[in-house]
């Protein structure tokens, strides 16, 4: 359980993809499992991923298997196991959380560059000045374990290497060019919704210069200002996802409603009767799965289909 939590934790605190942690119902469960866990995910089409699964085992392989562990008092007991699993759909997962019409959109927590440098130049003199200044701002960001990379490529223009490495998700992005040299300051730009702004700096160091007050300036070192706004973006992007999954979960009591909700692309709240001829009946007629009975459940109504009291609130949708 414990395990199982930190894959929950680490889904959504490294991915930022929101997930929805509960049991299968018996029909989904791993075959032979006590119970299976799952973490849920809701596409932005409306259809859920299942993120992943653990399965209790109970003794019922450990029987036939012939696993025994010595117990206390020296006495031979079949082991109890569990089975876990994750794997790669939790990389497609958090792409298509993610990801918009100009391509990927990483989480600066997963990024293998978190910041890339663009110098922008059209002559050697304007050159030998904006690399200068880009290389130190590199190394100062590299000095303080910030994943950069100074795009110093001599045959692409600055526009090119903008949607390149927006394509490739990168979350953020430094510009710097001779005419923001000459004004001191650079510009910094999120990859995840699209804003870009002027920071204003210091003349002798690469310090960004936060606000002017009536006895100076309130100054911030360039990494430490990079490494908030990473941790913004990271926060930005569960967030965003959060709100959106929360917005898609739509409790229902009538069938009627689950049907249209669920051809809005909405994951449907409902009580079950716990019968599996209601939900295979409910997924012969909607196409819907029950995707998970949520962990920590209300207390149940009539079941959405049978209008049998229900045992249990659970949440369908249609399924990759
Ligand atoms: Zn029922």
């Known amino acids: 359980q414990i395990f199982w939590i ?3 934790k680490t889904i959504e605190a490294e991915l930022a993809v929101p997930v929805i942690t509960g049991k299968k119902s018996e029909k989904d469960k791993f075959v032979g499992a006590v119970y299976t866990n799952t973490l849920e995910s809701l596409m932005p089409d409306g259809k859920a991923l299942q993120m992943g699964t653990s399965h209790f085992l109970g003794q019922n392989f450990s029987k036939p298997f012939d ?6 008092n020296n006495v031979e007991t079949f082991a109890w196991q569990t089975s876990w699993g994750v794997s790669w759909r939790l990389i497609g997962g958090m792409i298509m959380t993610h990801g918009d019409d100009r391509g990927l959109v990483l989480p600066p ?7 890339v440098i663009i110098p922008i130049y059209y002559s050697k003199e304007e050159k030998e000045k904006v690399m200068e200044y880009a290389l130190k701002a590199r190394d100062e960001l590299v000095g303080e374990n910030v994943r950069v990379h100074l795009d110093d490529r001599e045959h692409l ?4 290497k903008f949607n390149d490495w927006e394509m490739k998700g990168i979350p953020v992005r430094i510009e710097i060019g001779p005419k923001d040299i000459a004004k001191n300051q650079i510009v910094l730009a999120r990859r995840h919704n699209q804003t870009k702004n002027n920071l204003e700096m210091m003349k002798t160091s690469l ?3 936060l606000e002017h007050v009536s006895d100076g300036i309130v100054t911030n070192k360039l990494p430490n200002y990079v490494k ?60 819907a799965d029950l995707r998970v009975i949520p962990s920590g459940n209300a207390k149940a109504e009539t079941c959405i289909y049978c209008k049998n009291s229900g045992t249990t609130n659970a949440l369908f949708a249609k399924g990759y």
């Not at 992007?237 to 909700?261: N, P, T």
């Open 228 to 287: 908030e706004e990473l941790e913004n973006i990271q926060k930005e992007m569960f967030d965003a996802a959060k709100k959106i999954l929360d917005e898609r979960i739509v409790r229902v009591s009538e069938y009627q409603q689950f049907k249209e909700q669920l051809d809005n692309g909405k994951m449907i709240d409902c009580s079950w009767c716990g019968n599996q001829t209601c939900e295979d009946k409910i997924k012969e007629e909607t196409g």
């Open 67 to 72: 696993v025994k562990y010595l117990g206390e």
């Open 6 to 8: 930190c894959i929950k």
């Open 207 to 209: 310090s960004v210069i």
């Open 109 to 115: 927590k997963i990024a293998p560059i978190q910041v």
């Open 157 to 160: 223009t600055p526009g090119f």
